[in-house]
């Protein structure tokens, strides 16, 4: 049975969406002329919005725009999502599609943190644990968050960290990094390939905030023999859409 909408709060909403980078101010006749409506339904629903501090006036202009309550409100949310609580259910999906060890981490104060390991049936003994931190150059979820930060932050962090060898497969030069993360941002994922414990591999993609910002990465851990040419493909496209489902609940908006 489909859901009764309401019409007078879908119009509302209608006229909030409209505010956007293109469109900070609005007149009553142009949210009119966008939405088809008539000047008097738009007039009566933006006095409401006035006087319960989503919409406020210039007074120079009369023109309208978004006011502080949508902001107090979305501060709320920003700080009360939980993106573990957001993600379990994700993980706990993708492990049972996959059968591998699926990996959360939180980029916080510089830092790689894992604070959520869900392992398939086939539960190996890897480098990972939550509440272990890792390395931000040679870890698949390490790369996926650095490759989206800023040119200048990528060379603050990769010269504070110890660039120390793991594996003889770790890349430990600045430039052969810097030129690595080039490919994960092109391709959407991390690859660590034996770079941080011999004989297992990891696919890890980017999760995005609703700042557009890279504040998570999930990962999917296994021997390198279980991802060959047949499952690989599998495990990259369930990665990256899991992570994008969890960057669209947390408020990320895709415009590319």
């Given at each position: 049975?489909?859901?009764?909408?309401?019409?007078?709060?879908?119009?509302?909403?209608?006229?909030?969406?409209?505010?956007?980078?293109?469109?900070?101010?609005?007149?009553?006749?142009?949210i009119s002329d966008h939405l088809g409506l008539s000047k008097s339904t738009v007039h009566g629903i933006i006095k409401t919005l006035e006087h319960r501090g989503y919409l406020q006036q210039n007074s120079d202009n009369q023109k309208y725009r978004l006011g502080v309550k949508l902001f107090e409100l979305g501060n709320f949310v920003g700080k009360h999502l939980d993106i573990g609580n957001i993600?379990?259910?994700?993980?706990?999906?993708?492990?049972?599609?996959?059968?591998?060890?699926?990996?959360?981490?939180?980029?916080?104060?510089?830092?790689?943190?894992?604070?959520?390991?869900?392992?398939?049936?086939?539960?190996?003994?890897?480098?990972?644990?939550?509440?272990?931190?890792?390395?931000?150059?040679?870890?698949?979820?390490?790369?996926?968050?650095?490759?989206?930060?800023?040119?200048?932050?990528?060379?603050?962090?990769?010269?504070?960290?110890?660039?120390?060898?793991?594996?003889?497969?770790?890349?430990?030069?600045?430039?052969?990094?810097?030129?690595?993360?080039?490919?994960?941002?092109?391709?959407?994922?991390?690859?660590?390939?034996?770079?941080?414990?011999?004989?297992?591999?990891?696919?890890?993609?980017?999760?995005?905030?609703?700042?557009?910002?890279?504040?998570?990465?999930?990962?999917?851990?296994?021997?390198?023999?279980?991802?060959?040419?047949?499952?690989?493909?599998?495990?990259?496209?369930?990665?990256?859409?899991?992570?994008?489902?969890?960057?669209?609940?947390?408020?990320?908006?895709?415009?590319?």
């Amino acid at each position: 049975m489909t859901e009764r909408l309401i019409q007078s709060v879908e119009r509302a909403a209608d006229i909030l969406e409209l505010f956007v980078a293109t469109y900070p101010e609005l007149s009553i006749k142009e949210i009119s002329d966008h939405l088809g409506l008539s000047k008097s339904t738009v007039h009566g629903i933006i006095k409401t919005l006035e006087h319960r501090g989503y919409l406020q006036q210039n007074s120079d202009n009369q023109k309208y725009r978004l006011g502080v309550k949508l902001f107090e409100l979305g501060n709320f949310v920003g700080k009360h999502l939980d993106i573990g609580n957001i993600a379990r259910p994700i993980i706990r999906k993708l492990v049972e599609e996959l059968n591998e060890t699926v990996h959360l981490t939180v980029f916080e104060r510089d830092e790689v943190i894992y604070i959520e390991k869900l392992e398939g049936s086939r539960a190996l003994t890897i480098y990972s644990h939550i509440g272990k931190r890792a390395p931000i150059y040679c870890t698949g979820v390490g790369k996926a968050i650095l490759a989206h930060q800023s040119e200048a932050e990528v060379d603050r962090l990769l010269l504070k960290s110890d660039l120390k060898p793991f594996t003889d497969f770790t890349l430990t030069n600045i430039e052969d990094i810097k030129n690595h993360l080039a490919t994960v941002r092109g391709q959407g994922y991390a690859v660590d390939d034996e770079e941080i414990e011999l004989g297992l591999k990891c696919i890890a993609a980017p999760i995005f905030n609703h700042q557009g910002k890279v504040v998570s990465s999930i990962s999917c851990a296994a021997p390198k023999m279980r991802l060959d040419e047949e499952k690989l493909p599998k495990v990259i496209t369930g990665i990256k859409a899991a992570a994008a489902e969890i960057s669209r609940q947390l408020g990320y908006k895709d415009t590319h």
